[in-house]
Nanobody
Framework: QVQLVESGGGLGQAGGSLRLACAAS????????MGWFRQAPGKDREFVAA????????FYADSVKGRFTISRDNAKSTVYLQMNSLEPEDTAVYYC????????????????????WGQGTQVTVSS
């Protein structure tokens, strides 16, 4: 199975930027569909973004569309989340997720469609 380790979280300011990375190991990274989710205190885990195996198709939650960009480097076995125009509402633990099976049309945003998860990285945005 694949192991996922997130990095790049920390403290950001409203209007600023942070870049998260998720490094994969253990299996052929390019075989996996990847996603980013987040969970704020007292809230359910929510979808942020997803990307297909080649990086040619990306999907975003409405709340981050136009501000966040997901990308991947299969040679480095890493998926990234570039977060711009940060808002205090972006404060959460961010998790990367992976699965071998391509989600159905609306399945990219469903957490249960991803079998493998990282441990999460905290992002805190101050106003």
């Amino acid at each position: 199975q694949v192991q996922l380790v997130e990095s790049g979280g920390g403290l950001g300011q409203a209007g600023g930027s942070l870049r998260l990375a998720c490094a994969a190991s253990g299996r052929t990274f390019s075989n996996y569909y990847m996603g980013w989710f987040r969970q704020a205190p007292g809230k359910d885990r929510e979808f942020v973004a997803a990307i297909d195996r080649s990086g040619g198709s990306t999907f975003y939650a409405d709340s981050v569309k136009g501000r966040f960009t997901i990308s991947r480097d299969n040679a480095k076995s890493t998926v990234y989340l570039q977060m711009n125009s940060l808002e205090p509402e972006d404060t959460a633990v961010y998790y990367c997720a992976a699965d071998l099976v391509r989600p159905l049309v609306k399945g990219w945003s469903v957490a249960s469609n991803y079998a493998y998860w990282g441990q999460g990285t905290q992002v805190t945005v101050s106003s």
